[in-house]
């Protein structure tokens, strides 16, 4: 640990930035919006370093629920508490919410439209690159893990082997491989 001061970073000015902020970041992602969120909260208003959205962002993973939303509720409970969460989690969900509800009654009439299926059909190439994308800009945070790179690295490797290739659920694999490199991080740090 360095005994060199850091220098706080920016935060939310009020409970309204946080709600029309999350708003905002809910609006810009279809298919995901974790890409989103982490260049708005950590490039653009530098509300999280890397690190601190890295170490978020695996606690919102592993809590039960939507991953965005969980890390909505950690940034504004943060910053302002219960009523921060509060408020960006009303952000994240209200107008996406009211949207949603009118796509789905559009969607009620042209469902079986070839066209609306073909195009549904190739979101899904979409989304799997812009969650590869998002795991590929992430890995630089690593560099100040305290298993180092290459460890944290192959913690990540194993996880996606046991899930993506062995089919192992995840409730087995988090706890499983989350519990050998808490211990791992526990005795590097102790």
């Given at each position: ?14 409970l ?34 890397p ?14 629920g ?32 009211l ?26 190439a ?5 969650i ?21 690295l ?37």
């Open positions: 640990m360095s005994s060199e001061p850091t220098e706080p970073h920016p935060q939310p000015a009020s309204a930035d946080l709600f029309f902020s999350f708003t905002l970041l809910a609006l810009q992602g279809f298919g995901g919006v974790l890409a989103i969120v982490q260049r708005e909260i950590v490039e653009r208003k530098r509300w999280l370093t690190e601190e959205f890295v170490e978020d962002w695996a606690v919102a993973q592993i809590m039960p939507p991953n965005v939303m969980n890390l909505s509720m950690m940034v504004g409970s943060r910053y302002f508490g219960l009523p921060g969460a509060i408020a960006a989690l009303a952000g994240m969900l209200l107008v996406p919410m949207i949603v509800l009118l796509l789905a009654l559009v969607y009620a009439q042209y469902a079986q439209h070839p066209g609306v299926t073909g195009a549904l059909r190739g979101m899904s979409v989304t799997s690159g812009l590869f994308a998002t795991g590929l800009k992430l890995i630089p945070a690593l560099n100040n893990h305290p298993l180092g790179r290459r460890l944290a192959l913690f990540s490797l194993l996880c996606f082997i046991c899930v993506g290739l062995f089919r192992l659920p995840l409730v087995y694999v988090l706890p499983g491989l989350g519990f050998l490199s808490g211990f791992l991080v526990y005795r590097k740090l102790k």
